[in-house]
C-alpha cells in the first residue's frame, strides 16, 4: 500500500541536514510501529523516499515521504503514533494513501512555495517591498548560476511562477524538482542585486510552504499540492 | 521555541550543527522551578564519539529519574567550534537547556581514554571554569571525574574537585543527598568535598599529600584531614540485573559511532590477561539475567527505532546465557529489519552458524586477537588462545565460506624477543596456508588476511604495571621487523599488515603510569594548543615534547623505567579488591611463563571475593 507523509520541519530542527532527517524518520516509524515494507537481503532498507531535500537553515510546513506498508492503518492512529514519538519541530500532518500506480514524489515535484524574509538587521533599508513589482515585471532576470562544472548566466524569469511581499514578507512560487529547480535564495540575490543592495551571508530566512506536481502539460500547466494527490484512511 | 546557545549564523557556519542543538529523541526535558541539582555529564570528545558511550547513557538515565537532578550532556565542541566560542567569549552549555555548564552543580567528566585529557581542559575553558580546582571558588560547580583513568587519577589530581572511582550506579545517591543537605545548612564546598570524602568510592585529591624520594617516587602518599580514609575502595554493583539500565536511550540525529542499542551482557571479565586492565579493575565477573537483557533489548528497540542491536562486554563468549540470548534474538528481531551485530566470539559450531545466519559470509571477517606472535610469549601475557585453536576455527570457517581474518596484535610486551615478532607473520602465514589446503574449486577465491599490531603499554593495577616501556624507536623497529618478516612469507601477498603510531602511544605511557607531577605538562600541553589529542589530524607530537621540556619532566621516568617490586605507586590507594599481592604473583608467574588458571576452572585468589559476589561465589 503506498503512503505520502506530508511533515512540518520547524525550530532548531532545520539544523539537520537531509540525510539525517532521513535517518530520522527510518527510526520514527519503527518507534510508530509502522508496518513498513523492507527490500530483501542482508541488510534489509525500507521502502522510503524524499520529495525533495531541504538546504541546513530552512524550516518547512511541506516536507513529503513516500513509503510502503504492509498492514494498512487509519490516517488518524498513525498520525497519533508518529505524532507521539516526534521531537519539537518535526510534525506530522498527513497520512494518505496514493493511487497503487503513483509516482514517487521526487520524480513529480514541479514547483514549490517559498516563504523568504531578511533577518533582523539584514534587511535594505527604505522601501524595498515597493521594488518586487518592477523587478518582477523585468523581460528577463539573468543571474550567475553555478554547476559542479563552471558558471553560467541564465535568465531565471521563466521560472519564478509568481511573487509578492507582505509586511516585509517576500512570497513567491518558482519551479522546483529535476527537471527545473530554482533555489529561493537565488531569486533574492537577483532581487537585491536589482535594487543594489549587497546581500550578506545568512541574511534569509526561508521557509518552504507548500510542493506541486504538475498534472497538467508543459505549456498548460495545473499545479496540485502533494498531499492533495492521495487519500484519508478511514 | 527552544532555547539556543549558538546563534543560526554560528550554526550554519559550523560543521555538523546538529552536533550542538539538542532536542534528539529520548532526550529529558525537566522544568526547573521542581529541580535542586543541575548536573552537566561531560564526555570529553566530539558528541558522535560522546553519544556512543553506553556508561553516560547509563548515569543519564539513573540522575534523570531522580526527580529533584536535572542532569544533561555535554560534549567537546569541535575545533571550528572552539575557535568560535573562544574568539566570541561564549560560555559552553549543556545540551538539553542550553545553559552555561558554569551555572549547573556538577560537572561529571567521565575520563575514557588518557588521550582525552587535553580535552578536560578544552571543557573546563571553555565553560569559563578555572582549571585548576584550588583556583575555583564556590560559585562553580564541582568538578567529578569517573571512568577506568580514575585508576589513576593522579596526573589529572589538579583539576578535579573529586574523584568517583568504580560504577557509577552505587555512590551518586548518598553523594547528592549529602550535597542537598550541605546546600540546605548553608555550609561551604570544602564542608561539602569533606563529607563526600568519607563516601565509599569518593576520592578528593586535595584532601591528600604526596612525598617524593630524591630518585623521583613515592615515598608517602597520605591524607591531610581527618575525614579522608587512607585508601579508597572501587565501587561496584552486585546485581548488575536488579539495577539501571536505560530503556529509552537518546537517539542522536547525526550518525553516531554506535548508532544501534547496545546491550551490556555482563561486568568483569574471567580470563585475567596480564596485560589487561580491564579484566583486573572490573573484577569479578557479574553476569546479566537472559530475562532482562531480553526484556531490555525489546523495550530499547520499540523506544529508539534502531535498527541494530549489539552485545556488548569484554568476553562475550564466556556470557554463560550467550546462545539463549543470541537465538532470541535472531528469533524474535531478524524479520523485523533489525540487524544483529556479533560481538568477537571464540570460533566454534555455535559462533559460525549464528554468525552465519546473521552476516554476509562473503563480506564479513574473523577476528582473533592472539596478542602475540609465540605460544611463549602469550603464556607469558596468560592469553589462553593456541595456536591449535586459532588454526582449528579459522579452518573450520573457511570450510564454510569465510575467506576474511582480522588479527591484533601487541608489540613491545615484556620478555619479547625477535623470534616473537617474526611469530606473528609466521601465525599469519599458518592461517593463509590453511586456507589453501581447501581444493581450489572449492575456495571463494583469494584469503585476505590484516594483522594489525598496537603498542603495548604497562597500565596500573595489572600484573604487567612493573613492566618498563618500549621507546618510540624500539616500537618502529619491531614494527619493522614484523613488516620485513611479513615479506617473507610464502603468502605475503594474502596479508596485510599495518601498525599504530608510536608517538601517541608514548604520550599514553606517561599519563597512564603519571604521578601528580605530570600534572603540569598537561597544563603546558594545553596552553601549547593541545586539543583532540587521539584525532590524528589534531594531534601534535611537537607541541607536547615542548610541555615536557618546558616543565621539566623526564618522559623516561614514567615509560622505560624499570619498577622496583616495593616501589610506591601514585594509584596504591585505591583499592580495587585485586590485591597487589597477587598482581606481584602474576608478575613472578608471567617471568616463569606459567599460565594462571581462568575464574570458571579454579579460583587464583585475586582478591575480588571482598565483593561477597559474582563468578566467586558461582559454585
Ligand atoms: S577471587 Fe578468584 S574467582 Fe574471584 S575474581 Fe579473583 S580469581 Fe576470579
Known sequence: ??????????????????????????????????????????????????????????????????????????????????????????????????????????SIVDAADYEVCFREGYAPSGNWEEKISSFFAQEEIVVWKKTKKSEKEVDIKPLIHTISTKDGKISMQIASGSANNLKPELVIEAFANYIGFDLKEFSLLIHRKELYANIGDENQKELISLENMGEDIE | MRKQALT?????????????????????????????????????????IGMSHLGIQILYDMFNRMEDVYCERVYSPWVDLDKIMREKQIPLFALESQDPIKEFDFLGITI?????????????????????????????????????????????????????????????????????????????????????????????????????????????FRPIVEEAPKSVRKEIVMDVTDTYYPRKPVVPFIKATQDRVVLEI??????????????????????????????????????????????????????????????????????????????????????????????????????????????????????????????????????????????YFMLGLPTETKEDMVGIAELSDKIARRYYEIPKDQRNGKVQIVASTSFFVPKPFTPFQWSPMSTKEQFIEKAKIVKEAVKAQLNQKSIKYNWHEADLTVLEGVLARGDRKVGKVILQAYQNGCIYDSWSETFDYGKWMDAFESTGVDIDFYTTRERDLDEVFPWDFIDTGVTKEFLKREWKNAMDEKVTKNCRMGCSGCGATIFNGGVCFEN
Request: with cysteine.
Open chain 1, 1 to 106: 500500500m503506498k503512503i505520502r507523509i506530508k511533515f512540518r520541519k520547524n525550530g532548531v530542527m532545520k539544523f539537520v541536514g537531509h540525510l539525517d532527517v532521513m535517518r530520522y524518520f527510518q527510526k520514527a516509524m519503527r518507534r510508530a510501529d509502522i508496518d513498513i515494507a523492507y527490500s530483501g537481503g542482508y541488510s534489509p532498507h525500507q521502502v522510503m523516499s524524499f520529495a525533495a531535500p531541504l538546504g541546513v537553515g530552512i524550516t518547512s510546513d511541506a516536507e513529503y515521504i513516500d513509503i510502503e506498508i504492509n498492514t494498512p492503518i487509519t490516517t488518524k492512529d498513525a498520525l497519533k503514533q508518529l505524532n507521539d514519538t516526534m521531537v519539537e519541530g518535526m510534525e506530522v500532518v498527513a497520512f494518505k494513501q496514493l493511487p497503487e500506480e503513483s509516482k514517487i514524489a521526487m
Open chain 2, 8 to 48: 543560526d549564523e554560528i550554526l550554519l557556519s559550523i560543521d555538523k550543527p546538529a552536533r550542538y542543538i539538542g532536542n534528539e529523541v529520548n532526550s529529558v526535558k525537566k522544568d526547573l522551578k521542581d529541580i535542586e541539582i543541575r548536573f552537566a555529564m561531560c564526555f570529553p570528545d566530539v558528541y558522535e
Open chain 2, 112 to 220: 575514557q581514554y588518557e588521550m582525552c585529557y587535553t580535552n578536560i581542559l578544552q571543557i573546563l575553558d571553555l565553560g569559563q571554569i578555572p582549571l585548576l580546582a584550588k583556583e575555583r571558588g564556590e560559585e562553580f560547580p564541582i568538578v567529578i571525574g569517573g571512568g577506568p583513568c580514575t585508576y589513576n587519577p593522579e596526573p589529572l589530581a589538579d583539576f578535579f574537585d573529586l574523584f568517583y572511582i568504580g560504577e557509577g550506579e552505587t555512590s551518586y545517591f548518598p553523594l547528592l543527598e549529602a550535597y542537598k543537605e550541605n546546600k540546605k545548612k548553608g555550609g561551604s564546598k570544602l564542608d561539602f568535598l569533606k563529607k563526600a570524602a568519607q563516601i565509599p568510592g569518593i576520592y578528593v585529591p586535595s584532601f591528600y599529600e604526596v612525598d617524593y624520594k630524591e630518585d623521583g617516587t613515592i615515598l608517602e
Open chain 2, 266 to 407: 555482563q561486568r568483569g571479565c574471567i580470563r585475567g590477561c596480564r596485560f589487561c586492565q580491564a579484566g583486573m579493575i572490573y573484577r569479578p565477573v557479574r553476569e546479566r539475567s537472559l530475562e532482562m537483557l531480553k526484556q531490555c533489548a525489546y523495550e530499547m528497540l520499540r523506544n529508539t527505532g534502531h535498527e541494530e542491536i549489539s552485545l556488548s562486554s569484554l568476553s562475550s563468549s564466556d556470557y554463560s546465557q550467550l546462545q539463549g540470548l543470541v537465538n532470541f534474538l535472531i528469533e524474535e528481531f531478524k524479520n523485523k529489519g533489525v540487524n544483529i551485530s556479533l560481538p568477537s566470539l571464540r570460533i566454534d559450531e555455535f559462533s559460525l552458524e549464528v554468525m552465519s545466519k546473521v552476516q554476509d559470509v562473503r563480506k564479513s571477517s574473523l577476528t582473533f586477537a592472539p596478542e602475540a606472535g609465540t605460544q611463549r610469549l602469550r603464556d607469558v601475557m596468560n592469553k589462553g588462545l593456541t595456536e591449535e585453536i586459532i588454526i582449528e576455527g579459522a579452518g573450520k570457517a573457511f570450510d564454510s565460506g569465510w575467506n576474511r581474518v582480522k588479527l
